[in-house]
């Protein structure tokens, strides 16, 4: 399985655009990157999922570049509310990545200041 | 559509004691999975299951047992209850075909003294 590593905390304010990068050097060919927001006392909720270029959703982009050995979340004008903690996973792919098996590492904690 | 249920929400435990913790999901989800959450640190996974009567071993797998009798249930056993298992416990289901994202419980709360 590929690890993954991220800034352990970012601080922003409100109203600005925050981009949170994960390295994965060692994903594999059929790998997909997924993200994934944490609130206190919760369980991580899906926030956005890609194999490569860009994707976007309502609420936030994923860009990976060619090589795909990192990927960055970017989360558009955040509020006090996306105050979270972000997780970048690697895996759960086709064929012989999709073996089941999903490590979560350390996370990003966010912290957005009025 | 509840969608993953954790049973119980908290539980206080004596060290030694043993308990069951139990996961529950109504989207016919193919794979299940138990991780722990301890204070400021990330979700490490303990055991998982890709298909009913099948289980794996994850990253902590030590102290607990699982069981997939049913495929939308996934049970995590704690034989015999240490502090070092005081922690949040997670359950989460997906589905099998690639690119699904996993949908988590709310957790369970579990402390041992």
């Known amino acids: 399985l590929a690890k993954t590593t991220q800034p352990i905390s970012m601080d922003s304010y409100e109203g600005q655009e925050v981009n949170i990068t994960c390295s994965h050097n060692n994903i594999a060919t059929n790998d997909y990157i997924t993200w994934y927001q944490q609130f206190p006392s919760q369980g991580p909720r899906f926030i956005i999922q890609g194999y490569k270029t860009k994707v976007t959703n309502e609420v936030a982009s994923l860009f990976i570049p060619a090589d795909r050995k990192s990927s960055t979340l970017s989360l558009p004008r955040v509020s006090l509310s996306d105050t979270a903690v972000y997780y970048c996973?690697?895996?759960?792919?086709?064929?012989?990545?999709?073996?089941?098996?999903?490590?979560f590492g350390q996370g990003t904690t966010l912290q957005v200041k009025p | 559509n509840a969608g993953v249920t954790q049973t119980p929400k908290f539980r206080v435990l004596k060290t030694g004691q043993s308990m069951t913790l139990l996961c529950a999901q109504d989207?016919?989800?193919?794979?299940m999975y138990w991780y722990r959450q301890d204070p400021g640190m990330g979700l490490r996974l303990i055991h998982y299951s890709v298909g009913e009567g099948t289980t794996a071993k994850g990253e902590v797998p030590d102290g607990y047992n699982v069981s997939r009798l049913k495929k939308q249930n996934f049970l995590l056993g704690l034989e015999s209850a240490a502090p070092s298992q005081t922690s949040v416990y997670f359950c989460?289901?997906?589905?099998?075909?690639?690119?699904?994202?996993?949908?988590f419980g709310d957790g369970t709360r579990l402390s041992i003294l």
């Open positions: 989460a289901s997906r589905r099998r075909s690639s690119n699904q994202p996993q949908h």
């Open positions: 996973l690697v895996g759960d792919g086709w064929g012989s990545s999709n073996t089941g098996k999903l490590i």
């Open positions: 989207m016919n989800h193919e794979y």
